[in-house]
């Protein structure tokens, strides 16, 4: 079953930033984090709301769709349909899509919802949060860095330059985790972003 929603989903991934791996790294994660949580975790529905969160991504990136998680939640019922998902659990796979996203400031009801929302921000944090948001940069022509253009201090959904984005979005992501076990996951990899923030900046000005 879960093989089956793994290859619908697979055909709608175009961008290196929001690839299958993404999918598989925030599914080990929301697995993880759902093992340390312990009891009281639909599996069937986090699995599910894991491996289809990011169908619509692609073309919300391509301005085709307004809302990647609406879009998202809408394709995802009809796969999960399609391939026989238990009917009485497709609106909390859908639920958990359509709170999924960073943007909305939504904080989740369900459980499985948070765990998908915390698996989701902690792959845009760390060596690989980096490496996503410096490709995202590469796909849209975004510069590294432009000193004279300091970071917004509220993010507003676009960043001038992907230094910017790791200050704007990617440092703020800790403070906005559901689950303990999350939090924990962020520690590392929230002070490696700093880590390399320092270091690049010291690069830039020929300081190091
Ligand atoms: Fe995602």
């Known amino acids: 079953m879960f093989e089956a929603i793994r290859r619908e989903a697979e055909r709608y ?21 759902a093992g340390e949580l312990g009891a009281g975790v639909d599996l069937d529905v986090l699995k ?15 301005g085709l769709v307004e809302d ?22 497709i609106e909390r796979v859908a639920y958990c899509i359509e709170v999924h996203r960073f943007r909305s400031g939504v904080k989740p009801e369900t459980l499985e ?10 792959d845009m944090l760390g060596a690989v949060g980096i490496a996503r948001a410096f490709a995202r940069g590469g796909w849209s022509n ?3 860095h432009d000193p004279s253009r300091p970071p917004k201090e509220r993010y507003d959904g676009r960043s001038e330059t992907v230094v910017n984005h790791l200050y704007e979005k990617v440092l703020k992501i ?6 303990e076990p999350a939090r924990r996951i962020a520690e590392r990899r929230h002070r490696f972003v700093e880590e390399f923030l320092e270091r690049f900046l010291r690069e830039w000005e020929a300081l190091d």
Do not use: C
């Open 174 to 179: 800790r403070d906005t985790l559901n689950t």
């Open 142 to 144: 975004v510069p590294l």
């Open 13 to 33: 991934y175009r961008h290196s930033h929001h690839d299958r791996w993404h999918v598989e790294r925030v599914y080990r994660l929301a697995l993880r984090i």
């Open 113 to 122: 919802a948070q765990i998908l929302q915390d698996a989701d921000r902690l």
């Open 48 to 62: 599910a709301a894991a491996l289809l969160h990011d169908v619509a991504r692609a073309m919300e990136d391509e």
């Open 68 to 89: 990647h998680a609406r879009e998202g939640a809408r394709i995802a019922r009809e796969i999960l349909a399609r391939v026989g998902f238990p009917r009485e659990k």
